[in-house]
């Protein structure tokens, strides 16, 4: 969730915020460099100045694209993740989004709509490329039926496990199924250990890790109320207040916050995105990672990452060779795959070991190919996304019961349907 789930920011704040730095300038008209030779400048926007790794991932990108692209100077202004989301959304009510930007996928929907973005899809009708990547990874980057951005970054979340506990505990292998899950989680659950920990904060960490659940359920957002919905929601229930196999404290915890107590010894299991590997590799146990446990629906998980937005006053085509040049992965592999630690989105680099930077990536590709966007839900989805917490942390803290939690939801999500 690269992590991008946590930007929800607060939109009434919009107006008391000024424009970004150097990179919010909008169009890129060809300008004269101090040689006096016609140079293209293209301004980029980013958030991966949150880790040295990062950092250099993406200068050193821009920098092989200027060394073998001449004419072309690309101007990056890295923004803090908290700031990022709503500076974007500030750029877009003033016309001057950046030329490229680095957005979560989600906010497709949300900028496509303001009418920030250039429209793409003649380019991607026939770019040789698109066909490369997984179905979602391409429903991701559209809106109303046009393309309005290229695939970057993809990420997801999956099932981490300390195996030193399994096999103290009498286990060779991690659940494959909601039934094992229950099951394990209470049997790995000791005065020491939770065997469970995920996020269910009222945010969209809490959402990113409880739509899986709805989704292997067999249900779905526009149909929240339905039995599938009451079903994930009972579950959830089953594993915090009848079973007691993960802590109340997931009602407050953050992905960082679940990652840390996995990391410490002091969760058996956890719901995660490869994000959390820092924290995990503190701890002093072995440990190794599987696919979401299936429910009656099969094994969901949410589409993390972001897409390279163009904005509208863009000179799109400079942009566009350079977003082509960013996807093929002989440009920029090493850069994206291990420099922003990302997991493989395409069908010919899903089994590729070129993309193995950490042993970890082989069960996060195993778990891509059932990876679903949440900007299919529309513009709306931040909206949609506190209907769904909130549904789910009303059940977790005895407030409301599945069924009525769930009914009262589906009034709710509705009217936040859709593309308008």
Request: proline share 6%; hydrophobic share 40%.
């Amino acid at each position: 969730m690269n992590w991008t789930c946590r930007a929800v920011a607060a939109i009434a704040a919009l107006s008391a915020l000024t424009a970004c730095g150097t990179g919010g300038s909008g169009g890129d008209t060809p300008k004269q460099d101090q040689g006096g030779s016609d140079k293209v400048t293209i301004t980029w926007w980013d958030y991966f100045g949150y880790s040295p790794q990062s950092d250099a991932a993406v200068n050193a990108l821009i920098k092989k694209y200027e060394d073998t692209h001449p004419g072309v100077d690309i101007q990056r202004t890295a923004i803090g993740f908290a700031d990022f989301r709503t500076k974007l959304l500030q750029a877009a009510a003033t016309g001057k989004f950046p030329d490229i930007a680095a957005i979560d996928n989600s906010d497709v929907p949300v900028f496509a709509s303001q009418g920030a973005l250039a429209d793409l899809t003649s380019k991607m009708s026939t770019w040789a490329s698109k066909d490369k990547y997984l179905d979602f990874v391409i429903k991701s980057v559209q809106f109303d039926n046009k393309f309005y951005g290229v695939p970057f970054r993809s990420n997801t979340t999956a099932l981490w496990y300390n195996k030193d506990l399994f096999k103290a505990a009498g286990l060779s292998t991690p659940p494959q199924n909601w039934d094992e899950l229950r099951a394990d989680a209470k049997k790995l659950t000791d005065s020491k250990h939770s065997g469970i920990c995920f996020s269910a904060a009222p945010t969209e960490e809490g959402t990113f890790t409880f739509l899986p659940m709805i989704w292997q359920a067999g249900g779905d957002v526009p149909t929240l109320g339905d039995q599938a919905s009451v079903d994930a929601l009972t579950y959830v229930d089953a594993l915090v207040n009848k079973d007691k196999s993960a802590p109340k404290s997931v009602l407050q915890w953050g992905q960082s916050d679940v990652g840390d107590q996995f990391g410490s010894g002091l969760c058996a299991m956890m719901f995660n995105g490869p994000w959390v590997l820092g924290s995990v590799e503190k701890g002093k146990f072995e440990w190794d990672v599987s696919p979401w446990p299936a429910g009656k629906g099969g094994t969901a998980s949410p589409l993390g990452g972001e897409v390279w937005a163009v904005g509208k006053n863009a000179n799109v085509d400079a942009v566009w060779k350079l977003t082509d040049w960013l996807a093929d992965p002989a440009n920029s592999r090493t850069e994206i795959s291990e420099g922003l630690s990302s997991i493989p989105n395409r069908k010919d680099t899903l089994d590729d070991p070129a993309w193995l930077w950490h042993p970890m990536v082989k069960a996060f590709a195993q778990q891509m190919p059932s990876a679903r966007p949440r900007g299919a839900y529309g513009p709306k989805y931040a909206q949609i996304s506190e209907v769904v917490w909130t549904m789910e942390q009303q059940v977790l803290s005895g407030a409301k019961s599945p069924q009525d939690a769930a009914a009262e939801a589906k009034g709710k999500i509705q009217p936040l349907l859709g593309t308008s």
